[in-house]
């Protein structure tokens, strides 16, 4: 998992919806054979992290779903080179809560700055309880 070098796949990134983004993520995790209990989880990280490029980083600039050894890899770059923080936002606040959500959800989270922004990686664990 951490460290671990994802191989190349195809990607899709100009213009890419939350729903395209789901979409590519479904047809990864159907060709790898990986759970059915996991697609949701994997599906709510891939709409946040997408979602909060689009609205927060100047849009996604690369997108990738891998499935790894113990895990799958989401992993999404942007052309922003703020990292997303978890605000203490008060409950009367709209936002916030979808970092939040993919922390959760993820084992571990990778943020990678890069000349053009940064790159997210979400790493799912594949022993998520049925």
Request: proline share 8%.
């Amino acid at each position: 998992m951490k460290g671990e070098t994802m191989p190349d796949r195809p990607r899709r990134t100009a213009g890419l919806r939350c729903e395209d983004a789901r979409s590519i993520a479904r047809d990864a995790l159907a060709a790898s054979g990986v759970g059915k209990h996991l697609v949701n989880d994997v599906l709510l990280v891939v709409s946040e992290l997408v979602s909060n490029a689009d609205r927060h980083a100047g849009g996604v600039s690369d997108f990738r779903v891998v499935p790894l050894a113990g895990c799958v890899a989401v992993e999404v770059s942007d052309r922003s080179s703020s990292f997303p923080r978890t605000p203490g936002t008060p409950l009367d606040v709209p936002g916030g809560f979808g970092w939040l959500l993919v922390n959760r959800i993820a084992d571990h989270t990778e943020i990678r700055p890069s000349a053009h922004g940064k790159t997210i990686t979400a790493f799912i664990p594949l022993s998520a309880t049925p």
